[in-house]
C-alpha cells in the first residue's frame, strides 16, 4: 500500500515543467528513504534529510536527470535501505551501505548487471549512500533455472549468494557493450547481489554446507549448492 502510494507520487511529476521537476524527484527521493529507513532516530532525521537532499540534487544534475527528452520515469521498487527508479531505458538506484567499502567494487563477473555510473557519497559518520545507473532489464520472464544459473556462475567463482531468487535476477533486453564486454539479449545477470559469502572454488563440507543452510533464510541455497556439488563431482568422474 505504501509503495503504491509512492508510486502515484511519481506519476504527478509528469504534471511539472523542467525547472521544477529534477528539485521535486529530489524531494520526493529523499521523502521515502527516510520515510522508510527505520535505522534513522527521528531526531536526527531531518538534517540528515535536507544533507541527503542537498547532495543528492548535485549528482541527480550530474546525471542530468531533467525531464526534458525523457519518456518514461517510474518508481520500480523500494525496500528498508534503497529503491530503484526507471528512466527510460535505464535505472537508477539510490541505497544506503554500511560504509563506502561495502560496494560490491572488486567483483567482476559477467552475470553481474553493469554500471554505467557507480559513486558513493557520504552524509555523516554513520550515513553513507550508493547512487548507481544500469540497464533495464526484463524482470518478468526469470525462471528458477535461470536463478540456479546465476548462482552457480558465482559459485564456479569461490561465492556462495545467500539470496537467490527470481526478484533478483533479470534478463538484458537490447544488446550492449561495456567495457569491451558483450551482453547480449536474452543474457542472465544479477540485479541485486546481497549477502555474499566467499569460501573457496573447490568442494565445501558437509558441516559447512549444514551451517549455511541454517544460516540462511533461503531453502534453495542449500539445494543450490547440493546440486553444484553432484555436478562437479560428475564431471570428476568422466
Request: aromatic content about 10%; hydrophobic content about 35%.
Amino acid at each position: 500500500m505504501e509503495e503504491e502510494r509512492y508510486r502515484e507520487e511519481f506519476l504527478k511529476l509528469d504534471e511539472l515543467d523542467d525547472n521544477d521537476y529534477l528539485n521535486e524527484l529530489t524531494v520526493l527521493i529523499s521523502k521515502i528513504m527516510y520515510e522508510r529507513n527505520r535505522y534513522v532516530k527521528k531526531s536526527d532525521n531531518d538534517v540528515l534529510r535536507r544533507d541527503f537532499y542537498r547532495i543528492l540534487r548535485h549528482k541527480l544534475e550530474d546525471f542530468c536527470v531533467t525531464k526534458k527528452g525523457l519518456t518514461k520515469v517510474e518508481l520500480i521498487g523500494c525496500g528498508h535501505t534503497s529503491l530503484a527508479i526507471r528512466i527510460d531505458d535505464k535505472v537508477l538506484k539510490v541505497g544506503k551501505v554500511d560504509n563506502l567499502n561495502s560496494m560490491n567494487q572488486n567483483l567482476d563477473f559477467k552475470c553481474l548487471i553493469p554500471n554505467f555510473y557507480e559513486e558513493a557519497f557520504k552524509i555523516s559518520d554513520k550515513e553513507y549512500y550508493t547512487l548507481q545507473l544500469s540497464p533495464m532489464v526484463d524482470t518478468m520472464s526469470i525462471n528458477d533455472e535461470d536463478v540456479y544459473e546465476a548462482y552457480k556462475e558465482l559459485r564456479k567463482n569461490g561465492y556462495i549468494w545467500n539470496d537467490p531468487t527470481k526478484e533478483n535476477i533479470g534478463r538484458v533486453i537490447n544488446d550492449f557493450n561495456f567495457n569491451g564486454r558483450i551482453y547480449k539479449a536474452g543474457d542472465i545477470v544479477i540485479i541485486d547481489l546481497e549477502d555474499l559469502a566467499y569460501v573457496g572454488r573447490g568442494e565445501i563440507s558437509d558441516e559447512v554446507l549444514e551451517e549455511i543452510s541454517m544460516m540462511s533464510y533461503n531453502r534453495d541455497v542449500y539445494n543450490f549448492e547440493v546440486r553444484y556439488t553432484e555436478e562437479e563431482l560428475k564431471k570428476k568422474t568422466r
